[in-house]
């Protein structure tokens, strides 16, 4: 199970997260999905608009500098890795249509 990120308006892929990766940045999308209600998740599709994919990046911001979550902090190439393909969306004005398997 891997979630493929695509652009939305052309489904042109982007990057992937393999099963391991989506593990080590479920923290995140935990905390993204009690933010915002949008769920990031191997079993189903999500769309991210600029607000959102904006959201996530400041969220990621946020859990890095909080000393009381060891576990995203063992995974720091992992999100920043997935921080900078957020970046580069956002830079560009993709908004992202997610597929799971």
């Known amino acids: 199970m891997a979630l493929d990120f695509h652009r939305l308006e052309d489904k042109k892929y982007l990057f992937s997260l393999s099963d391991k990766q989506?593990?080590?940045?479920?923290?995140?999308?935990?905390?993204?999905?009690?933010?915002t209600g949008i769920a990031i998740d191997p079993h189903r599709d999500?769309?991210?608009?600029?607000?959102?994919?904006?959201s996530l990046i400041l969220l990621i911001d946020d859990i890095l500098i909080d000393p009381k979550i060891n576990d995203v902090r063992n995974n720091l190439t992992l999100i920043s890795e997935f921080?900078?393909?957020?970046?580069?969306?956002l830079a560009k004005n993709h908004e992202i249509q997610i597929y799971g398997d």
């Open 46 to 54: 999500a769309r991210l608009t600029l607000e959102n994919v904006r």
């Open 83 to 89: 921080k900078e393909h957020l970046r580069s969306c």
């Open 22 to 35: 989506y593990i080590g940045l479920l923290e995140i999308f935990q905390a993204f999905k009690t933010q």
